[in-house]
């Protein structure tokens, strides 16, 4: 998939088995989708464990991160309706849009000019009981007293603003009584790629999220990384061409840990295999400790899949030796693609470049499996040659680099996987499928 940073005018549909936003119908609405390349919305608790050089440099629990491609949807908001596009995060809860206008800023939402807007108070119980799962508590705004809301970014960005209830419309369905984030305030590491949007859309399993406000008992999506096509399902995915999908369930804890994400979509990593070769890792290093950091999450907002440092350096380093007289290494140690991915190559283009004899890498899940092969291995260095060669980096990088400690599955490597996310029996299923082709065999053109 092209790196350069303008939008990618790729159409993606949005199919909505919701009529009556609780329970799948008949009836199927279409929204565009597109991909944008911009600040990853990668969330972290409050408490999210810093590595020592990254809490070096600062005191706040912003973690630093790079900007990537993000999916978003086209949606109107308020009465009468405004033209709204949001990034879709599996990755955050709050749904949220900016309100104020600023020269930055190409797509705003203005409350002001709908009838619908109805902000929260501060005592409204809403206020405390709806947001007990965002990392950041609600608080009260002194100015106005209105129920105040914070969301913090892994590249260190920030926006913050009230809770307000508003219409959605979904296609030609409305949802009255959504509650989301009417940001006025916010600072952005890239204020250039974050102006292409309006606004954020949560989809992880929290209170708030989209997902749970509108009652949809599961969601897919297919990335196809053929021809920049793809779809987005909301409801259920019963179709005679879609494979079997193997499942994985929801890692679910009750107890709080200050380190685990109780509303992502935690799966449990058990190892990852090599060409034919299993890592030897104990299966101990996949697992959250008694803290919660190194749970792993499938995150749509992230671009790259991200291990933490010693489950990192055994698959580099089994790559490395897998491919030695394949693929010829970029010696520069100073560089490190995206402040995390520090192996690449110097490939020659563009005559017919193939990546189909690399040794494809598999994450075993429990229950389930996802195999990683071809082009998806790697990805182009936007801008960067070292002479007639093009650089390439391997598309796994180190948590540890973030600051982060846990694994985050990235959408490029959900491409051409059906990814769905069944919220009523706690699991998420996949399987490969040209998703290209499963968008014209649901009559879409795309």
Request: aromatic share 10%; hydrophobic share 35%; with cysteine.
């Amino acid at each position: 998939m092209s790196s350069s940073r303008f939008l990618l005018h790729l159409t993606i549909f949005l199919l909505i088995f919701h009529q009556n936003f609780c329970f799948p119908s008949k009836q199927t609405l279409f929204l565009p989708l597109k991909t944008t390349l911009g600040r990853p919305p990668l969330t972290f608790a409050p408490s999210s464990k810093l590595s020592a050089s990254a809490a070096a440099g600062s005191t706040t629990n912003k973690l630093g991160f790079h900007h990537n491609v993000t999916l978003t949807v086209s949606l109107s908001v308020g009465s009468p309706p405004q033209n709204v596009t949001m990034v879709l995060d599996t990755g955050s809860e709050l749904s949220w849009l900016h309100c104020k206008k600023t020269p930055d800023l190409t797509s705003t939402f203005a409350p002001e000019l709908s009838n619908s807007y109805s902000p929260i108070p501060c005592a409204s119980p809403v206020c405390k009981t709806r947001t007990q799962d965002l990392p950041i508590p609600a608080s009260c705004d002194p100015n106005n007293l209105l129920c105040h809301v914070a969301v913090s970014y892994a590249d260190a960005s920030s926006i913050e603003g009230t809770l307000a209830y508003e219409n959605f419309v979904i296609g030609s369905s409305t949802r009255p009584g959504f509650l989301f984030g009417c940001m006025d305030s916010d600072f952005s590491s890239n204020s250039d790629e974050d102006s292409k949007t309006t606004g954020l859309m949560g989809m992880n399993r929290g209170s708030l999220s989209f997902v749970s406000q509108m009652g949809f008992p599961k969601f897919s999506y297919c990335i196809s990384g053929l021809d920049s096509s793809g779809v987005l399902l909301l409801g259920d995915a019963s179709f005679s061409w879609l494979k079997t999908l193997n499942y994985t369930p929801l890692i679910q804890r009750s107890d709080p840990l200050p380190y685990f994400d109780r509303v992502a979509y935690t799966v449990q990593l058990e190892g990852i295999q090599v060409g034919n070769k299993m890592l030897d890792l104990p299966r101990s290093v996949f697992l959250p400790d008694h803290t919660g950091a190194g749970q792993t999450m499938v995150d749509s907002g992230t671009q790259f899949t991200f291990l933490m440092g010693p489950v990192y350096t055994a698959l580099r380093n089994e790559f490395l030796q897998q491919t030695r007289g394949v693929l010829q290494v970029l010696e520069d140690p100073n560089f490190v693609f995206q402040g995390a991915m520090d192996l690449c190559y110097r490939i020659t283009e563009p005559a017919g470049t193939s990546f189909s004899n690399l040794p494809q890498v598999s994450l075993m899940f429990e229950g389930a499996e996802m195999s990683i092969s071809g082009e998806r291995l790697l990805y182009r260095v936007p801008d960067m040659n070292t002479g007639s060669d093009s650089v390439y980096c391997f598309t796994f990088g180190n948590s540890d680099l973030l600051g982060i400690e846990a694994f985050v599955i990235g959408n490029h490597h959900q491409q051409n996987v059906w990814m769905e996310f069944d919220l009523e029996k706690s699991r998420v299923g996949f399987a490969e499928i040209r998703c290209d082709l499963a968008g014209q065999r649901l009559g879409i053109d795309i």
